[in-house]
Every structure is written in structure tokens, then in C-alpha cells.
């Protein structure tokens, strides 16, 4: 327990600074205890309030939830579609499909006849896309904000509007989730009194991350996201490869 809660602490740390991050840091260290069903699970309640505090945060809703809702639309679908494939077939190599999709994202400018401008034209059609894919992803593995952090980096959104509306999503994807698992009979007593502390603990770290990200410019923020990306690129590859060793 002592060691979850350094986990979750380290997380919401992590999401406070950056505005996504918490599952990524915390679900693979407590698969290390356990295994990422369960470690999913613990942090259901967690990614919760996590989500749900940074999506109020800094007010101006209207440029950011109003404006990107309709994604917050499609993640449930995404998210039930992926928790359903959780518990009934190997959620690991999405592990590095997502990291490919990740490194084509960051080195996209070597390519000169490459074009995002798709994106931005057509928001519609590309959020929904992403919405569903984080969704997915978010639901097997634990780790969405990749997909939804290249739309709204394309979109060129203010720092403000990519946390809050990235969090309305999961919010309502982990919702979403929480209540399939709990038709699949996967939540308890005993899940729920091992959860609640360790979504206390990640307000913390979540709150400290915040004081943190507020003293950072727009542009080193942007910067440090993209660094974020190649970090949670390598995590994944890392994992994948620990996960088919049985390490």
C-alpha cells in the first residue's frame, strides 16, 4: 500500500504538470505489484478525480469544453469497446502500435510530403476518429492521452483549452468504463477500499504539479509535451517488450 501510494503520488504529480501523464506513470509501476487488469482497476477512482479537477481548473470553459465536447462524445464508445477487449484477449501489443503512431507523429517533419492540415480542416471528422482510437486505447492499456494530445497539438489549442478538454474526455471515458467493469462484476468492497486512498494521495501530487505548470510559458509548454511524447514512446516500447518476456 505505502508503495501505491508513492505511485499515485508520482502520478498526479506528473498530470498536475503536464495535464495528462497520471495513468501512464501509474499503471505500469503497479503492474509491477500486480498485473495492468488490476492496476487499472486501483486507479479507476483516481483517474476520476484526477481528470475531473483538472478539467475545472482555470475556468474560460466555453473555449474548451464547449468548443470540443462532441469528443467527449465519442471516448465512451472507444473506452467500452477497449475494456471489453481488456478482459477478454491481450491488450499488450496496443502498447506498440501506440508508440509507432507516436514516433511517425514526432519525426513527421523529416517527410516532406507529409500533411497534418487534414486535422485542423477537418475537425470534425478527425476528432471523432482520434476520440474512438483514445477511447480504445485508454481502455485496454491504460494510456489514450497520446492520441488526443497529436489532435489538439495540430489543432493549436492554448495550453488551457488542451488540458481541460482532454480531460473532459477521459472523465467521461473513465466513467464509462468503471461502469462496465462493474457489469462485468469486476468491482467490490475491497476494490473500493484500497482505491479511495490512493485517489486522495494523487489530489496532492496533482495539486503540487499545477502550482508548478502555472510559472511555465505557452512555448516551453508545448516543448515539453513534445518531449512527453517521446518519453511515453519509449515507456511503451519498454513495456511491451517486458510484458512478451514475461518480465
Known amino acids: 500500500m505505502?508503495?501505491?501510494?508513492?505511485?499515485?503520488l508520482l502520478g498526479g504529480l506528473v498530470h498536475g504538470t503536464f495535464g495528462v501523464g497520471f495513468p501512464l506513470v501509474s499503471t505500469p509501476l503497479l503492474a509491477l505489484m500486480t498485473d495492468v487488469k488490476t492496476a487499472i482497476l486501483l486507479t479507476l477512482a483516481a483517474n476520476i478525480l484526477v481528470n475531473g479537477y483538472s478539467m475545472l481548473r482555470g475556468g474560460d470553459w466555453a473555449a474548451s469544453l464547449g468548443r470540443f465536447w462532441p469528443i467527449a462524445v465519442w471516448m465512451p464508445l472507444g473506452a467500452a469497446l477497449g475494456t471489453l477487449w481488456l478482459v477478454a484477449v491481450d491488450p499488450n501489443p496496443f502498447r506498440l502500435l501506440l508508440a509507432?503512431?507516436?514516433?511517425?507523429?514526432?519525426?513527421?517533419?523529416?517527410?516532406?510530403?507529409?500533411?497534418?492540415?487534414?486535422?485542423?480542416?477537418?475537425?470534425?471528422?478527425?476528432g471523432a476518429g482520434f476520440g474512438i482510437g483514445a477511447g480504445v486505447l485508454g481502455g485496454t492499456v491504460n494510456v489514450g492521452g497520446p492520441a488526443l494530445m497529436i489532435y489538439f497539438l495540430e489543432m493549436?489549442?492554448?495550453?488551457?483549452?488542451?488540458?481541460q478538454a482532454i480531460n473532459l474526455?477521459?472523465?467521461?471515458?473513465?466513467?464509462?468504463?468503471?461502469?462496465?467493469?462493474?457489469?462485468?462484476?469486476?468491482?467490490g468492497l475491497e476494490l473500493l477500499l484500497?482505491?479511495?486512498?490512493?485517489?486522495?494521495?494523487?489530489?496532492?501530487?496533482?495539486?503540487?504539479?499545477?502550482?508548478?505548470?502555472?510559472r511555465v510559458p505557452a512555448d516551453r509548454f508545448r516543448g515539453w509535451l513534445r518531449g512527453l511524447l517521446w518519453l511515453?514512446?519509449?515507456?511503451?516500447?519498454?513495456?511491451?517488450?517486458?510484458?512478451l518476456s514475461g518480465g
Open 100 to 126: 509507432a503512431t507516436m514516433v511517425f507523429y514526432l519525426t513527421s517533419h523529416y517527410f516532406r510530403d507529409l500533411d497534418w492540415s487534414w486535422i485542423p480542416r477537418h475537425p470534425q471528422a478527425s
Open 2 to 8: 505505502l508503495l501505491a501510494l508513492g505511485v499515485v
Open 232 to 243: 511515453m514512446a519509449g515507456m511503451l516500447v519498454v513495456q511491451f517488450f517486458l510484458e
Open 194 to 214: 484500497w482505491s479511495l486512498p490512493l485517489a486522495l494521495v494523487s489530489l496532492g501530487g496533482l495539486r503540487a504539479g499545477m502550482a508548478l505548470r502555472e
Open 169 to 187: 474526455a477521459f472523465f467521461v471515458s473513465k466513467i464509462t468504463q468503471a461502469a462496465t467493469f462493474a457489469a462485468l462484476g469486476y468491482l
Open 156 to 163: 493549436k489549442v492554448a495550453p488551457l483549452v488542451l488540458v
